[in-house]
């Protein structure tokens, strides 16, 4: 597998750009997003702004539906494309833009709330709300907080509407909504007073509902909020899935969705990376001959290589489960998530090493990755939750 280039990809023919190979897909993905997106990434960083109509661009992509809605089936006007492929299109999109925050943000739209809504919506909700996301007309926003599972406690609550009122009332807050500012609605997973959990689609709209621009340092051209829900009144068809069962449905697709499709950008991030260093062993000089003379830099390059490709073998392996009838297991989502990050940090410090103390030149992709790779390695539960995810499988332990 050479670098830069994804290997091709062979799945199925599913959608208008499936006879576009994986590889081509992500370059083709890194071409746009170099020419629309990358111009402006150290700026929209610097000032930690989410740029609306740099996303109705990417949305718009030829040669037809582009990164809003790569998961929509074709008839509510998306791409329609494998699961696999998906994953491409969202390294394409890292590479090019070398942008993280970008490319989470898409992901959580393009992905981890567009399939729930797929998979477990009613054809009044698929209708509704996925060809409006596939367009970038509507984007949709979820905490990551609620990727976590029963290792997050719920923050937000919901209980039965009042006498002669068929609904649900809501309270609490929940943080780290990635996309919160600009969303028109949110996938929100309320606890029950017994325990269980049921998982609504909130409109922006609702009374009551109040959205705040909230988040951590890293990925700042993510849009992050806040979301406080006083007493919200959501009608019965605002519910995804079936009421008191989102444990069972959407909360662990939840999971395996953001342990896979926002570890995909970094695939791309890490090409970016290695290629930086390539350029930087070669350019550098050290006791006055190029560094690229250096075994050691040599075994860096090599080792940095190794770790990007076995990631994205694994990556693409577990992506690939969700393409033919099923989807991952959390065992295989956790562990490829487990080891991409792992990756990740090791290629952004040794991408840090080989360019060396220099003066900051160029356009910061290190700085940036060195401080959004502790984000990605936390985020999804961290270490705390992936082990024991792994772990629990081996033993048995459900």
């Known amino acids: 597998m050479a670098l830069p280039e994804s290997p091709p990809h062979n799945g199925p023919d599913t959608g208008p750009l499936a006879e576009t190979s994986g590889a081509a897909l992500a370059a083709r993905s890194r071409a746009w997003a170099g020419r629309i997106a990358w111009p402006s990434t150290s700026r929209r960083d610097h000032d930690g702004r989410w740029d609306a109509g740099l996303f109705d661009e990417l949305a718009t992509a030829p040669p037809g539906p582009g990164f809003a809605g790569p998961l929509v089936p074709r008839a509510l006007g998306g791409a329609a494309l494998t699961a696999t492929d998906a994953c491409f299109m969202l390294e394409g999109l890292a590479e090019g833009s070398r942008d993280p925050g ?19 919506g009613t054809a009044r909700q698929r209708e509704r709300y996925l060809p409006r996301m596939a367009s970038g ?94 007493d919200c009144f959501l009608p019965d068809d605002a519910v995804l899935g079936t009421v008191h069962g989102a ?82 297991t959390p065992q295989e989502a956790a562990t490829a998530r487990l080891f991409t990050a792992s990756a990740a940090r090791t290629v952004v410090q040794g991408a840090a090493r080989l360019t060396g103390p220099l003066p900051r030149s160029g356009d910061g992709l290190i700085e940036r990755a060195h401080r959004d790779v502790l ?18 499988a081996l033993l048995g332990l459900g």
């Open 247 to 328: 444990s069972a449905e959407v909360a662990p697709l939840l999971a395996v969705l953001d342990w896979v499709f926002t570890s995909a950008p970094w695939l791309g991030i890490m090409r970016a990376l290695i290629r930086d260093s390539v350029k930087a062993a070669r350019d550098r000089r050290l006791f006055g001959r190029p560094l690229s003379h250096d075994q050691s830099a040599r075994f860096a390059l090599a080792d940095l290589t190794t770790q990007s490709e076995l990631a994205e073998g694994l990556l693409r392996q577990v992506a690939s489960r969700f393409d033919h009838g099923g989807r991952p």
């Open 137 to 230: 007309e509507w984007t949709g926003a979820l905490s990551l907080q609620q990727t976590q599972g029963t290792a997050h406690t719920p923050t937000v609550h919901a209980r039965p509407a009042g006498p002669g009122q068929d609904g649900w009332i809501l309270g609490g807050a929940i943080d780290l909504v990635a996309g919160a500012p600009v969303a028109h609605h949110f996938l929100i997973i309320a606890a029950h007073g017994d325990g269980a959990c049921t998982a609504f689609v909130v409109d922006r709209e609702t009374p009551g509902l109040l959205v705040t621009n909230d988040g951590p340092a890293a990925m700042p051209t993510c849009p992050w909020g806040r979301l406080v829900l006083d």
């Open 102 to 120: 970008l490319a989470l943000a898409v992901a959580v739209h393009a992905a981890l709330v567009t399939v729930p809504i797929r998979a477990f």
């Open 375 to 392: 984000f990605l390695s936390e985020s999804g539960g961290g270490t705390e939750v992936l082990r024991p995810v792994i772990a629990a």
